[in-house]
């Protein structure tokens, strides 16, 4: 039995669709919450108990604090006791910003700037020599031992290789009482009025001192005055030259390069960071890529004219400036503007493009007179370059469709300054190793210290340590083939859920509430031990962790099981079962049907033969593909599979797709390097159905993605009374003003910036969340508003736009993929990313297809019950039988084991991965003894 003091107690849960639960939640265990989608799993964990945790977190804050973040609404539940602090582990949490990596989440970069600041050695990106850096003691006894008995010159450098007249610099060298200076390797007495020539680049070098070097202290005490004032002068850098042979010697107090002279300053982590600009490379400001203008774009038909739109950032003639230059530059080169684009003279090309100035005179033979062109032109490519770096946004995006984004060619994508990055440890530099996979850094790094100096090994012991242990943690749940340079903004939701995981066990808090949405998203049956492994950890420390889930190992290891149901919707939220894994199957709900065999995915009896065409294609080298072929046969089901970054999205994703797009909807996204590809006349289009939200605010929902409430508003626009009041359907809209609430300006909700907490959004208290004006809701259909149109299941809507054919058709196929439990105006905001890609798989059922169209499903088991599985395989065979092609990247067994067709990558993830290690049938890859998917796959497929 469990007591309030080990337990969390909720009591009258009531939040979306639960209906007035009691749960009891035992603390320091691992429990699972599952049921199908839609069942009101995420109501229970993230909107009642985590909300409530924010909530009480919030209510410490000072009043002072609390007046800027608003007051957060109280979940509807009667109480909840025994509540440690929370943190929701989510899937929508990472940073989209270009300068977040998989590095600065975890920390581990931040170490490793610590690390390369202070135990790193310097060499020169000139010579590629080692630094050396002395003190003015250490300097004046290696000028006493270098130069014994010997003329020199002692001069402190001020200029290097820039150019200028430099007048006003040997003007003010005059005045501090030097008489000699030295300049482009000649030594010369200063003038009044002296200059160099403007236009040529110039090393200047102010004399300090003459003198020979002896035994005697006056000479000794001379050298140090002397060493002294060129320091000050040189900004910490002196140049001494043996009169004799007039050879330069330079001698720093930073780090020097001892033959070329060039200085860094001494580190700092700052100074390794691609965020600061002691760091970051000059040219793409630490991002590692860049914008450049792509001419074909600006160009795309060469056999048009200017005239008729050849230069596309400008289209057809008109009367505008740009045109009458470009008509004065026909003059001049001897063209016209409605000449093919291809045969304008090259030199008027690169104007055009580029810009130039140039003079000419015209002279008219027939009225005898004579007229100059002044020509100062900046260029199509560089006005867009200067579009691209304003301040507007509309302009940047308008710039940016004529750009392509490439690897900066200053870092190479290491997004450092070249000082930076010659600096090393163990001959590695910092963006060595940021390239490096986990697992291979993991290697490195547990060797290293056998290969550092004693006294490297000393600072670095500590800082190492720590390093280490972070990088385990992301061994630990399976990240092993992640490179702490990856871009967070290209991270799954999987993958940055057990990135932000992987932090928390480092944090080694005790006594918290961990609540994780489905972290075993994207992740390999074979590393799923590691993440389940890492979750008991979190919870062997002293912490509980409730995890939202459907995966069959994780409830089989869980503590504790909660299954939500019966059913989705209005038809769930009630707890139909809990207890141990055990105990759960002794209930007939649909979970335990599924755990214990009851109810199975079946196996098709015969798997389909296709239509004996297929798509090859040929020589696939990006990122870790290992330069492979691969065929794909149409008219059958297609599973891609593979351990988590074996290069399944790369592939597809980043290879096959955007070829299709490029080729059936002229679609700009460059592919990943590849050879060739066949078969493309086989079919006539491709859709891809991703993960990427429908909408990123409030405002977009399943109604207006799916085009459906165009329908539903031109509908109420036809009702005797709207007519009567002149409403058209704008009035229905919530984002045109008339109809909408404008309090909230058809939002629904306010949004309360919680600076450094996630923003919140609260219901508007003028419209109570119903979006619209008091005017538009008294228009009704069948008794209902607008608003409560909206608010209705896409189940109940089905029903009740039956007579509708246009509305039915389209809410009909959302309800067959599963979805009939959301409501049509749910914010798309609150939907998951499985919720979303069925909402864009419904959308294109809706539509007539051809019966050769190419499908690509990327995980679209993500959230979905072992039910939801079987309705979403029913509605994807349905695609197939018609005769397209569906291709499905894939971890999930109950969806493998039913395709007709698998390519296996692997064998590894990383640089481990990006092979064809097996393809064929299910039966047929369960022979192979090398792929890591065979060995689960059999057990599915109930064969030894």
Request: charged share 30%; proline share 4%; glycine share 8%.
């Amino acid at each position: 039995m469990i007591t309030t003091d080990d337990s969390i107690e909720v009591k009258g849960a009531r939040v979306h669709n639960l209906k007035n639960i009691d749960v009891t939640i035992p603390r320091e265990k691992l429990v699972v919450i599952t049921g199908l989608s839609g069942s009101g799993k995420s109501s229970l964990a993230f909107d009642t108990i985590y909300a409530e945790g924010q909530r009480r977190y919030i209510e410490t804050f000072s009043a002072y604090a609390r007046q800027f973040l608003g007051s957060l609404e109280r979940p509807d539940v009667d109480k909840i006791d025994g509540l440690s602090p929370v943190i929701a582990i989510e899937q929508k949490t990472t940073s989209k910003s270009p300068r977040s990596t998989v590095g600065t989440i975890t920390e581990i970069y931040d170490f490793l700037r610590l690390l390369y600041a202070r135990a790193a050695d310097a060499y020169s990106y000139e010579t590629g020599e080692k630094m050396v850096s002395y003190n003015d003691e250490q300097i004046k006894d290696l000028i006493l031992e270098a130069y014994k008995d010997k003329k020199i010159n002692i001069l402190s450098p001020v200029i290097r290789s820039r150019k200028g007249h430099y007048r006003e610099l040997f003007e003010q060298i005059a005045k501090q009482g030097f008489v000699k200076v030295r300049t482009d390797g000649n030594i010369v007495d200063l003038e009044k009025g002296m200059k160099l020539d403007r236009y040529v680049t110039h090393d200047i070098e102010i004399v300090i001192d003459r003198l020979k070097i002896d035994d005697s202290k006056d000479n000794e005490k001379r050298l140090m005055e002397s060493i002294n004032t060129a320091m000050y002068h040189g900004d910490d850098v002196l140049m001494v030259i043996d009169q004799d042979t007039n050879e330069p010697r330079y001698f720093s107090r930073n780090l020097m390069c001892p033959s070329s002279g060039i200085s860094y300053p001494n580190p700092e982590p700052n100074n390794f960071s691609f965020n600061s600009p002691k760091g970051a490379c000059p040219d793409c400001n630490g991002i590692g890529e860049k914008y450049v203008v792509n001419e074909k774009k600006i160009i795309p038909d060469d056999s048009l004219s200017i005239k008729n739109g050849a230069i596309a950032p400008h289209g057809p003639q008109k009367k505008s400036w740009i045109f009458k230059q470009f008509d004065t530059i026909a003059q001049r080169f001897n063209f016209s503007l409605s000449d093919p684009w291809r045969t304008v003279p090259e030199e008027a090309k690169q104007m055009i493009l580029y810009g130039g100035k140039d003079k000419f005179t015209v002279e008219s033979k027939l009225l005898g007179v004579t007229r100059d062109y002044n020509i100062d032109f900046e260029g199509v490519a560089n006005f867009l370059e200067n579009q691209f770096q304003s301040n507007s946004s509309s302009l940047v995006r308008w710039a940016k469709e004529y750009m392509d984004k490439i690897q900066c060619p200053t870092c190479e994508g290491s997004r450092l300054r070249k000082e930076s990055l010659n600096f090393k440890v163990d001959g590695k530099s910092i963006a060595d190793l940021v390239n490096m996979d986990i697992i291979e850094l993991y290697d490195w790094l547990a060797s290293l210290d056998e290969r550092l100096t004693e006294k490297q090994q000393k600072i670095a012991s500590e800082i190492l340590k720590e390093i280490k242990n972070r990088v385990q943690f992301l061994l630990d749940v399976g990240l092993t083939y992640l490179s702490l340079n990856r871009s967070s903004k290209s991270l799954s939701g999987g993958e940055a859920q057990r990135i932000r995981l992987a932090t928390q066990i480092g944090s080694q808090l005790v006594g918290v509430l961990y609540i994780l949405d489905e972290p075993s998203i994207g992740l390999h049956q074979r590393d799923n031990e590691k993440l389940i492994n890492s979750l008991a950890s979190l919870r062997d420390v002293g912490n509980s962790v409730i995890v939202v889930e459907h995966d069959k190992d994780m409830i089989e290891r869980a503590d504790h099981v909660i299954d939500i149901g019966p059913f989705a919707g209005k038809h769930g939220g009630e707890i139909i079962s809990e207890g141990t894994p055990k105990e759960l199957l002794d209930y007939h709900t649909l979970t335990a049907s599924y755990l214990n065999g009851e109810k199975e995915i079946e196996v098709p009896k015969n798997r389909r033969k296709g239509n004996g065409k297929k798509i090859i294609i040929k020589g696939c080298s990006g990122n870790n593909l290992k330069n492979i072929d691969v065929e794909f046969p149409l008219g059958k089901m297609i599973g891609v599979t593979g351990v988590s970054g074996s290069g399944k999205s790369t592939l597809i994703n980043e290879t096959l797709y955007p070829i299709l797009n490029a080729h059936f909807f002229n679609a700009v996204k460059k592919p990943m390097p590849f050879k060739s590809i066949k078969g493309l006349e086989h079919i006539d289009k491709v859709i891809d159905i991703n993960q990427s939200p429908i909408g990123r605010t409030p405002r977009s929902n399943p109604a207006t993605y799916t085009k459906t409430f165009d329908e539903i508003r031109k509908l109420f626009a036809q009702i005797p009374e709207a007519m009567i009041r002149g409403y058209k359907p704008g009035r229905f809209s919530f984002n045109v003003a008339g109809g909408r609430c404008e309090t909230c300006q058809g939002g629904g909700v306010r949004v309360i910036e919680m600076n450094f907490l996630p923003d919140v959004y609260v219901e508007c208290e003028t419209c109570q969340g119903k979006r619209f004006n008091r005017e538009t809701l008294e228009i009704r259909y069948k008794g209902k508003s607008i608003s409560d149109v909206l608010n209705m299941t896409i189940e109940e809507a089905v029903s009740f736009f039956e007579h509708i054919p246009k509305i039915h058709r389209k809410l009909k196929t959302i309800e067959d993929v599963g979805l009939g439990y959301i409501t049509l105006g749910q914010q798309s905001t609150t939907l998951s990313g499985g919720e979303a890609q069925r909402i864009k798989l419904a959308t294109e059922l809706s539509k007539r297809d051809t019966g050769n169209t190419f499908y690509i499903l990327d995980e679209p088991t993500t959230g979905l019950h072992f039910e939801d599985i079987r309705v979403l395989m029913k509605v994807l065979n349905k695609l197939v039988d018609k005769g397209n092609t569906v291709l499905i990247i894939e971890h999930n067994l109950d969806v493998i084991k039913t395709v007709d067709y698998i390519i296996d990558i692997g064998y590894e993830g990383g640089k481990g991965g990006g092979e064809v290690v097996a393809k064929g049938t299910p039966e047929q890859i369960i022979k192979d003894k090398k792929s890591y998917t065979a060995k689960f796959l059999k057990k599915e497929l109930h064969q030894n």
